[in-house]
């Protein structure tokens, strides 16, 4: 009998048109995806591709006498990268907030700094897509000089499984809250490592995430294997954090810190370490922090929060929680929902409300004390001079309201200072004998130049409300 021949070519040919009809299926599915996604983005990817161009076709009605410049531009492609780089310092310079300072700050520009923290090793500045600037590269491009045997010691821990989790992981399938701190005793364990920080002034970074998609833990229950900590809130230093700053307290003098959180921390722990001697918020803005730390720039900016002693004694806190949707047949789905029940208790409502309510012997405020709930209230923020303000006046012209102060800098340093206004409507006998309350509100707050050295005094006019 005949044997049949092989093909081996048979076989290859079938793999490669398998290839082909699976890289076309890949290309369909891409170009399907593109189509659908991209038009959304259409703005931003022309911007991104340097082409986006807007023009406006009038061939068809007479334009005579009208002017069609309808999009002036106030910059060139030459000058718009310095304009919003100007825009961007500035955004960063008047937002970081200074919360304590005894006469710290700011500090001479020879002044060595040795940042504590491996966070200080990891964060970046967010002023770039592609990546931001290291601290380190930060302080330098500023000219100020930090320990960079101390530096180079973290950013080797960092690649060690040192530094914050992630937090929430895909939206909550998953979270890692972990704070992973490099403790003391590996500081003291790297020969001579302490020793550089002699004669330096110490900063140290207390970073969090916190943010859409991160809502941080009740406790530190699941996110820590050292049990004393997981009683604790992610607001807090925990043990391994606490002994550093017990260290660097105990050991110098003037002792930095600074906070990078989108989130108010709980810093009531503060007046227990006494060389903590100036604080300063930087949410975002980091690039400014050397700066600051010069005097080159006078810090203006107001927490935008309460930083509560103790978050989860709000009312807001007593609501939050992990409250699961379930489906049809009652199996417990991935969904998630927050009961609101406090109403317009949130945030600074609830904890100026409160403290009018006890202050005028109304509603039903209880034993409240306010120095003790609040660190520090909404709206605070200190400067390196000083401001007075008088002879505030208000005007009415039918429902609108003008407000004009004389705000005068009474130090000896430029500086700018923020006019809030908080607004209240009168209680009526309806509200008195209700549940309803009416919260302070804050209408209107902006920062303007005071500067002493142009002149001690600026008159301040509020806008509409609403404008901007």
């Known amino acids: 009998m005949e044997k049949k021949k092989k ?3 048979l076989a290859l040919k079938i793999v490669t048109t398998a290839l082909r009809g699976l890289v076309c299926l890949v290309l369909v599915v891409l170009m399907v995806a593109v189509n659908t996604i991209l038009p959304g983005y259409e703005r931003m990817v022309d911007s991104l591709l340097n082409g986006f161009d807007i023009s406006v076709d009038n061939s068809d009605v007479d334009t005579t006498g009208l002017d069609l410049d309808y999009y002036t531009a106030d910059y060139t492609s030459e000058t718009i990268g310095d304009a919003e780089d100007a825009l961007a310092d500035q955004i960063a310079d008047e937002g970081v907030v ?7 700050l700011p500090l001479s520009s020879d002044t060595v700094y040795s940042l504590f923290s491996v966070n200080s090793a990891t964060v970046t500045s967010t002023d770039s897509m592609t990546g931001g600037r290291s601290l380190q590269t ?7 000089s930090i320990n960079t045997t101390l530096w180079d010691f973290y950013s080797a821990k960092s690649g060690e499984g040192y530094g914050l989790g992630s937090g929430s992981i895909s939206y909550g ?8 701190e490099v403790p003391l005793s590996e500081l003291e364990a790297e020969d001579g490592l302490l020793e550089t920080v002699e004669g330096t002034v110490p900063v140290y970074w207390l970073k969090r995430v916190a943010g859409e998609g991160r809502d941080m833990p009740r406790s530190m229950y699941n996110h820590t294997d050292i049990e004393e900590d997981k009683s604790k809130s992610y607001l807090e ?20 810190l600074v906070v990078n959180s989108n989130a108010a921390l709980e810093l009531g722990w503060l007046e227990d370490y006494p060389n903590i001697t100036a604080v300063l918020y930087a ?22 929060d309460t930083f509560a002693a103790d978050a989860l004694a709000s ?15 009652g199996n417990m789905t991935v969904y998630n929902y927050v009961s609101y029940e ?26 409240y004390d306010y120095d003790t709930e609040v660190v520090y209230p909404f709206g605070y923020g200190l400067s390196y001079t000083t401001f007075e303000w008088a002879n505030m006046t208000t005007t009415w012209t039918e429902d609108t309201c003008t407000v004009t102060v004389d705000v005068t800098n009474t130090g000896d340093v430029a500086g700018k200072d923020v006019v809030e206004i908080y607004i209240q409507s009168p209680y009526t006998e309806y509200e008195s004998q209700t549940a309803w309350k009416r919260p302070p509100s804050p209408w209107w707050a902006t920062a303007r130049p005071v500067n002493w050295r142009l002149g001690p005094r600026r008159r301040w006019k509020s806008p509409s409300p609403g404008s901007s």
């Open 138 to 144: 930060l302080f330098s491009e500023a000219g100020v």
């Open 7 to 9: 093909h081996p070519g």
């Open 237 to 256: 230093p925990d043990s391994i954090e606490l002994e550093i700053l017990q260290y660097l307290n105990d050991n110098f003098d003037q002792v930095i």
């Open 342 to 367: 406090e109403g317009i208790y949130v945030g600074y409502k609830y904890y100026e409300t409160r403290y009018e309510d006890v202050v005028l012997n109304q509603g039903n405020a209880g034993d």
């Open 283 to 304: 949410p975002g803005g980091i690039e400014s922090v050397p700066r600051i730390l010069t005097g080159e720039v006078n810090p203006s900016g107001r927490t935008v």
């Open 315 to 329: 009312p807001a806190a007593q609501n939050f929680g992990d409250y699961q949707y379930t489906d049809e047949d």
């Open 173 to 180: 399938d998953d979270e890692d809250f972990s704070i992973n």
């Open 98 to 104: 200074l919360l304590e300072n005894d006469g710290t």
